[in-house]
């Protein structure tokens, strides 16, 4: 394998803690072993760049697992050496339950096919996670003979077992001191090689998922759902990469294993994992009615109350599931919860909890290709640095510094919080660190998306409390707004119902002669300086007369149309975007007018708007002819509403029913009329 930068970087920053990830994929494909307890392994004998020490490292690893990983048929040899010798070492899952008829507890060791050995009660108060479906240890296996002898006897008995995470109470300062030695974009890709993929081959839309994915591990009570094709790996990182998540399979959930059994008073699952993730979840039904609504209240408040105790946990709930068809067509006949059981699937009360929505669609099908052969942080260690960054919180980093839109509720801004926190841990494990911007504004622009897409489900199945979904954000005070959407929404060729960005506005040109009628975009930034460019090149003579008129009636009106503010202050560029075979932007003046408006003013037009009409020199607005088929031209385009001088409006009487009833139109007197009904509220 050829090091690149990031490798050598990483072996002298985190040395001792970084392991070559092809050795992984080459022993966890030879032994019945999760991928942490390879790297657990690899990580004490291998964390190294010298390839000869790798080499030594490798053979003790391979020995290891050779003596002490059972392999189907092997169950005998294994109980037969314990007898022999009075131990074994062994790696496997154990699991303990009480014995009430006995009074003690007893240990399973799957591989082994043993459920009753012996295990004393200090190792149980140690490791109580043994009692909720337990996990990998190196195991001393011990056999007494004289036991063997006694009628009901339990001859085997755990003599030692270390479980296989790390303990160090250490690892996340060194954590965070390692991570000042790279850029966002090292760290990003480095975390990525930590679980296993290689990010130069994934588009930077995947990238985002699989950090998506991460959140659960470093963020409390996170509700977490990723439905996508098969093959993606959604399961991968629940499984393989952290000791503290636990995968549930298909089939029934038992509220007992999840929450609490009514008759021990055990805790479930929920009280002892970091994350507990659905696999299948179509398939994942509870044993008993209100299964749904325990969870359903844990996934609000992290609390259950069972009999007459409320309990409180903080384990992440992740649900993850597969489309049988693709996400265009899942949204034609139905909604993207689809995959969800019955019970689940059209709740718009649990959907409400969830904070994120993944899009497993922009992950691509897992090839070898993918996976990385570089250095990447050992699992326990990376995941151990998860477990105690759920700690801590990175809120105080971004309140009252991002302000979220007036279409967020609570139960958004909460999600949407939660998941630019989590992200933020992930990118700065100091919580000392200064932020920059653009990392913070990548995660709440993440963060909105995801809750959306939540929200946009909600508002499919018919709940018109959900209509707004406008999501968007302001960074500082001076901020401008800023709208998000989810990219499975968009139309790139038609108008959206999306607010554009400040100084964008669509608008129809009504034609002429030689001309059809033609769908624009118009975009304006403004900055310091003074006058309007077009940056087109050429400039259309038509739309050079319609800037020019929008631009004086900017100057001569500026005191109703932007208040205070002097548009001879700020320089204006503007650009022609043209949608059709039109592309001359003739009489565009009055949504020109409004975009530079827009833009001085820092305030969005409405989404799904499309506005037509010429202004002149003297702000007389000019009559237009053939408004029925520009309101038909707008429908087709994909428009909400239409913005039309109001002389306009007796020529549509002759507008069809149905086209009438698919369109909002309105009508304005003048200049100053026009932007107030187009601005956003």
């Keep these: 394998m050829q090091l690149d930068e990031l490798d050598r970087k990483s072996a002298s920053v985190f040395e001792g803690y970084v392991v070559r990830k092809d050795l992984v994929r080459a022993f966890s494909r030879q032994f019945p072993v999760p991928t942490y307890v390879v790297e657990f392994l690899l990580g004490r004998y291998c964390a190294t ?114 479980p296989i995470q790390l303990s160090k109470r250490e690892v996340l300062d060194v954590m965070a001191k390692g991570r000042e030695s790279y850029t966002t974009a090292e760290w990003k890709d480095f975390l990525l090689r930590s679980v296993g993929f290689e990010p130069e081959t994934f588009s930077d839309r995947a990238k985002d998922a699989l950090l998506l994915r991460m959140v659960p591990f470093v963020e409390r009570n996170y509700n ?84 007459k105790e409320s309990i409180r946990a903080d384990g992440s709930i992740v649900l993850v599931g597969n489309f049988d068809v693709d996400v265009e067509h899942q949204q034609r006949i139905g909604h993207l919860f689809g995959p969800l059981p019955p019970e689940m699937r059209d709740d718009t009360a649990f959907m409400d909890r969830i904070h994120c929505f993944l899009p497993g669609w922009d992950v691509p099908k897992l090839n070898p290709s993918l996976f990385t052969g570089h250095f990447g942080l050992v699992s326990d260690f990376l995941s151990e640095c998860f477990t105690q960054l759920r700690n801590q919180s990175r809120m105080s980093h971004f309140q009252g510094k991002v302000f979220w839109g007036g279409a967020l509720s609570g139960r958004d801004i909460t999600g949407v919080s939660k998941t630019v926190s989590g992200l933020l841990k992930l990118l700065y494990p100091n919580p000392d660190s200064p932020i920059a911007d653009e990392d913070l504004e990548w995660a709440v622009r993440l963060a909105l998306e995801v809750r959306r897409r939540v929200k946009e489900q909600q508002k499919r199945i018919g709940s018109a409390e959900f209509r707004n979904t406008h999501f968007s954000y302001t960074i500082g005070t001076e901020g401008v707004e800023k709208f998000v959407s989810t990219p499975e929404l968009q139309s790139q060729s038609g108008i959206g119902d999306e607010p554009l960005d400040c100084g964008q506005i669509w608008a129809l040109s009504p034609g002429g002669q030689d001309e059809y009628p033609g769908l624009f975009r118009l975009e304006v930034n403004e900055g310091p300086g ?152």
């Design 49 to 162: 760049t010298d390839e000869t020490e790798i080499q030594e490292g490798i053979d003790i690893v391979q020995k290891q697992l050779s003596s002490r990983t059972v392999k189907a048929g092997e169950e005998e040899l294994f109980k037969a050496r314990a007898k022999e010798s009075g131990s074994v070492k062994i790696l496997d899952i154990i699991s303990a339950r009480l014995d009430s008829k006995a009074d003690c507890y007893v240990a399973s060791l799957p591989s082994l096919r043993l459920n009753d050995v012996r295990i004393a009660p200090e190792m149980i108060r140690e490791n109580e996670r043994m009692l909720t479906g337990g996990f990998y240890a190196e195991i001393s296996l011990g056999y007494d003979a004289s036991i063997a002898q006694e009628n009901g006897g339990r001859p085997f008995g755990i003599q030692s077992l270390r």
């Design 224 to 307: 977490l759902v990723e439905l996508g094709p098969r093959g993606t790996g959604k399961s991968h990182l629940f499984q393989q990469v952290s000791p503290y998540a636990h995968l549930i399979s298909g089939g029934k959930a038992t509220v007992a294993r999840m929450f609490v059994h009514n008759g021990t008073g055990q805790r479930g699952l929920v009280c002892q994992y970091d994350v507990v993730c659905f696999d299948e979840v179509s398939g994942v039904s509870f044993d008993q009615k209100d299964g749904v609504n325990i969870m359903k209240g844990y996934m609000e408040s992290g609390e259950f109350s069972r009999g």
């Design 530 to 681: 003074s006058g309007v460019k077009i940056l087109n090149n050429p400039v259309p003579p038509a739309f050079r007369e319609s800037v020019r008129c929008a631009e004086q009636n900017l100057y001569a009106r500026s005191q109703q149309l932007v208040g205070d503010r002097d548009p001879r202050s700020h320089e204006f560029s503007v650009q022609l975007r043209g949608f059709d075979a039109a592309k001359s932007g003739a009489k565009t003046s009055v949504a020109t007018l409004i975009a530079l408006s827009s833009a001085l003013l820092r305030k969005s037009v409405r989404g799904g708007l499309v506005v037509v009409g010429e202004v002149s020199l003297g702000g007389t607005i000019e009559p237009i002819h053939n408004a029925v088929s520009l309101a038909e031209h707008a429908v087709e385009k994909g428009a909400k509403a239409l913005l039309l001088p109001v002389s306009c409006r007796r020529q549509l009487f002759d507008l069809s029913d149905d086209m009438a009833t698919k369109l909002d139109i309105e009508f304005y007197q003048d200049g100053r009329d026009a932007l107030l009904k187009a601005l956003a509220d």
